[in-house]
């Protein structure tokens, strides 16, 4: 463990330990505390600190205040062939989230494609480590869920939707594979609460408005935030809600509770889970080999000015794990106290 003056590296299952002991001490079930610390330690390994253990301060609150339900009823119907719906009864999103995945995949080696929704859940963390699951197997995973109202639509001075991610993952032969992992708005709420606790004097100025709709690079002036690409994004978290939300039956845009604040309110929250088996459409190894010619052809393009090399979606996150694997994850330490006391 290396301190500094404003953060404290940690190894990843030091991470791990202090994350779950501190759910735990919430009774929180160990394996459940198992499994949100690895998801929550995935995405600091992949410099997605927005959605690493910074979060766990929350989540303790909602537990807390008794709107997550730490010793849930989940309950999983399938619906036909290739479908099932899950009630999440208001447990631990990361823990829903992952059932819901695996029942998908289980699904999907019988019936090629397995989908399954989810209602009465929670935040879920990053998506990118549900993706993985599927990837684990050779698989196609998609991923997605909807959040309270945070983005002014295009056109709009008010927030509307939410960040409302969205995530696909490819497996490949040789190479890593291509994880697309993004929200619907320029910059996730994580990243502006990340840039407040580590006290960082500006943002972007395409990431979010202040309460006059204008934009700002102050983090403490933002109150909403703006789509990726205009109508775009806007358009693109609309059919992510309508997954999330509306197909699952749970609430959709601005009628969603709220993440931060109403702390005594369950969040009733949808994902939107889908797995795919190339073998029910081509030649698997063909497949996979096709993705790693894609990724090396990629590779061998050139690079516009200011660019080293072209990469693929997940290779910036990949290569940060590789380095934090290696080196030890930093934290702030504000965060790194709380988990430790």
Not at 310 to 324: H, N, S, T, Y
Request: aromatic letters at 6%.
């Amino acid at each position: 463990m290396t301190n500094k003056a404003s953060e404290v590296v940690l190894s990843t299952n030091q991470l791990k330990e202090l994350c779950a002991a501190k759910l735990i001490e919430h009774k929180v079930k160990p394996v459940d505390a198992d499994i949100v610390a690895d998801v929550l330690v995935h995405a600091n390994l992949r410099g997605v600190d927005s959605h690493g253990v910074l979060r766990t301060e929350h989540y303790v609150q909602r537990i807390s205040s008794k709107s997550i339900n730490t010793d849930p009823n989940i309950s999983i119907k399938r619906t036909g062939p290739a479908s099932a719906i899950m009630d999440g009864d208001d447990g631990l999103g990361h823990v829903i989230a992952k059932q819901a995945v695996d029942e998908a995949i289980s699904i999907a080696e019988k019936s090629g494609v397995g989908m399954v929704s989810v209602f009465n859940s929670t935040h879920c963390g990053a998506l990118s480590y549900y993706v993985n699951q599927a990837i684990a197997k050779n698989f196609i995973g998609m991923a997605m869920t909807h959040t309270d109202k945070q983005v002014v639509p295009f056109g709009g001075a008010q927030p509307f939707f939410g960040t409302n991610p969205i995530a696909l993952g490819f497996p490949a032969s040789q190479n890593k594979p291509i994880i697309l992992d993004m929200a619907t708005s320029n910059a996730a709420l994580g990243k502006i609460l990340n840039a407040k606790k580590s006290g960082e004097p500006s943002i972007p100025e395409n990431w979010g408005v202040n309460e006059n709709g204008e934009p700002t690079t102050d983090p403490n002036q933002v109150a909403a935030l703006l789509p990726f690409g205009g109508p775009k994004g806007y358009g693109l978290a609309m059919v992510v809600d309508l997954f999330s939300g509306v197909l699952t039956g749970s609430a959709f845009g601005p009628h969603i509770t709220a993440m931060y604040g109403d702390y005594d309110k369950k969040r009733k929250l949808g994902h939107f889970f889908t797995v795919i088996d190339p073998a029910m459409f081509t030649e698997i190894n063909t497949f996979l080999d096709k993705v790693d010619q894609m990724i090396n052809e990629i590779h061998e393009s050139k690079p516009a000015k200011g660019f080293n090399k072209v990469m693929v979606p997940g290779e910036p996150e990949q290569l940060k794990e590789e380095a934090r694997l290696a080196n030890g994850i930093p934290i702030p330490r504000p965060i790194y106290d709380y988990l430790s006391n």
